[in-house]
């Protein structure tokens, strides 16, 4: 195995994707259009001429691609080489690989397109510090700092989820030393965006090939290979008959799906008018391949009524507009007319699928990270001798891809005298080490309570060859806070190090019995230090040593019952927490676990006396869902057990939106709290913008719960049940409510509601 390191890379979050996509397409388009050869012929000792299949880059149009080679089996009309752009080189490779139309049309409306256009795994499919990390601060800006100067991207994504995709609907192929090698000669075309100029891809793994002539310039990241950064192949040769007559071909058959241009009641936005713009661009470089074109070739260009560059869910309507358009075009050429029925059955190319496994044999790692070797292997779960299907070692990938540093990677096969070598190629984000997030809460009850907060947060990663990292947050409003954390791997035992210093400045109120005396404000200054287990993604266990300091500022009644305004305290033990979570969405879940638990136990020292506490809390959420109605369970107990019940030191209280609504934040606190809720959403709208999901939904929920300072004070009988209704937005900045609570203590409330609980 080798291991070459390079500068860090980085992923893309939302927010600029879309206002931006166009304008950095656009900004590509100058570069010029200079052709590499290809240097393979067509097949020698042929009787006919030779046929090329030369199909041209249009996103969801390339749907019209498939009826085209409907009419070319129906015709038996033979093609000994396939040329495509974009999408034109994905269904091209699909045809030369050997699939029929039936099978590419079956695929094109089987496949999860949006999820082409994720790179974020599920957060369940993540590690748990990970997910806290982004539950925290969900503003995900995809913003690099390397402690000199902020960073973005080379692409709004990685294009790692498309690879996937493409990986799924492909199956997996040995690396080809030539695409000479499939059933019908294959080339794509990619540009280098340095220069513009078209590159044409004719070896290696097939769907890596397909993923560059599909990476939109400024969208996607670009892919390097052989030195050069290559991307979509559109901006330089859309339509390429150039490629396909310098391979011999002596006859083409082209089919151009290109855009119509929008008419000024389409150009109502600075959108439309960039969209526009590169489309006039793109068309430049085709009209000029369009005018290689003789007699005896055929061009071929569908209307393609309302499909557009991202409407795949009408492929099987844009397949039938490319058939009548080809069977049209075929009607009058001569050309077609000599070698009709003269095309020869192919067997497809092996590949692998499902759960057909191959033994590896020896693995080639490709290092551009500074993670090392045998971590990078680990987080896969793959090493050489073991057997793994496709679908393992892609989930494999997902595994490495979650630790969130990675920019891209890939796998394939290499068959090299009877072993089979899984190739693997790792990328760092190059935005990196550091990455800042950011957070804003706001909550109001529209009466007399509101709270806000802003936060940003700093995480600089791979300090060691494990993954080990620092993560420092900070927070300021209401509630102020500083965090800073070491999180230190042991290599790749599953255990780790841990340290954390904390300072907070909390304000609560406190009640007792009902009777509230007004608000505590608490300063507090701390560490913990201690090592767990997060060998499982979905598990984290953690124990260690709490120390903190803080001070109490007391509530007028308190402080003259006291004769003290505040009150000093400090408290030291051992903890244990147990956290696991699959949840899909920690605001709006549809399926999932999360069972949180934890154990303290400390000294307090207080009033000048010395007393131990023991701290018990769980929390169990569960989510499930049917189409797009979604329920979610939660049950909370939280104890403090020690001599003195009235004491502010561990004391837990209820109130405010979900958390027994209508009633004010913290408007009944005690040492044993006891929950339960149950929220049902109905998804209203998805709001899917591809790149961008921002779902709404309906939601109501019903809750009970109360809080006692003596355990043997516990009733049930005397919850206090709540209920809301609710719409709610889970947008960019967060969860966003609209909501309204009523209480069985008479309370009602309104809520607007922003961001993450405070």
Known sequence: MTATRLSWSARLYPMQRIALMLLALLLCLSGANQSYAATTPCPAELNRPCVALVLGGGGARGGAHIGVIRALEERGIPVDIVVGTSIGAFVGALYASGKTSNEILQLFEQADWDAGYHDDLPRSQIPNRRKRQIDEFPIQLGLGFDGHSLKLPQGFLQGQGMKSLLDELMGTHVIFKSF????????????????????????????????????????????????????????????????????????????????????????????????????????????????????????????????????????????????????????????????????????????????????????????????????????????????????????????????????????????????????????????????????????????SFSRYQLGASYRRTNLSPYGAEWYTTAAFGTEKSFNTALYWPLRTSGFYASGRMLAERDVFSYTLEGKSFGEVISNEYGAITGVGWDSYDRLDIFTGYTYSDGNLTLPAIIAAELAQPEVDYREQGGVLTIDYDSLDNASFPVRGWKILSAIKRSNISLFGTKDNATQVELEVNKALSLGRHSLRGRLQLQSTFNDDPLSLVGSYSLGGFLNLSGNESDFISGQHTRFASVVYTYRIADNDYRILNLPLYFGLSYEAGNAWQDQDAIDYSDLIRSGSLFLGWDSPLGPTYLAYGESDTGKKSAYVYLGVTF
């Open 180 to 447: 000479d090698d499939l059933p019908i000669t294959f080339r794509a075309v990619a540009a280098d965006i340095e220069t513009g100029e078209q590159v044409i891809l004719k070896r290696g793994d097939l769907t890596t090939a397909l993923q560059t002539s599909m990476s939109l310039p400024g969208v996607v990241r670009p892919i390097e290979r052989d030195g050069r950064l290559l991307v979509d192949g559109g901006i330089a040769n859309n339509l390429p008959i150039s490629v396909a007559q310098e391979m011999g071909a002596d006859m083409v058959i082209a089919v151009d799906i290109g855009s119509p241009a929008m008419t000024r009641d389409d150009l109502q936005s600075g959108l439309s008018i960039l969209r526009q713009l590169t489309s006039f661009l793109t068309e430049e470089n085709v009209r000029q391949q369009i005018d290689l074109l003789t007699e005896k070739d055929v061009l071929i260009h569908p209307e393609l009524t309302e499909v557009t560059l991202l409407s795949f869910d009408k492929a099987a309507s844009a397949a039938d507009q490319g058939y009548d358009a080809t069977i049209a075009a075929f009607e009058t050429s001569a050309s077609v007319a000599q070698i009709s029925g003269s095309a020869v059955p192919k067997s497809p190319a092996k590949s692998l699928r499902g759960d057909a496994k191959i033994t590896i044999d020896d693995i080639s790692l490709i290092n551009h990270t500074r993670l090392s070797d045998d971590y990078i292997l680990h987080r896969m779960e793959i090493h050489a001798g073991g057997a793994y299907s496709p679908w393992e070692i892609r989930k494999g990938i997902e595994r490495l891809y979650g630790q969130g540093t990675i920019a891209r990677a890939r796998s394939s096969i290499d068959e090299q005298d009877e072993r089979n070598r899984l190739y693997t190629v790792v990328e760092e984000k190059e935005w990196g080490p550091g990455y800042l997030d950011f957070k804003l809460s706001f909550e109001d009850n529209l009466k």
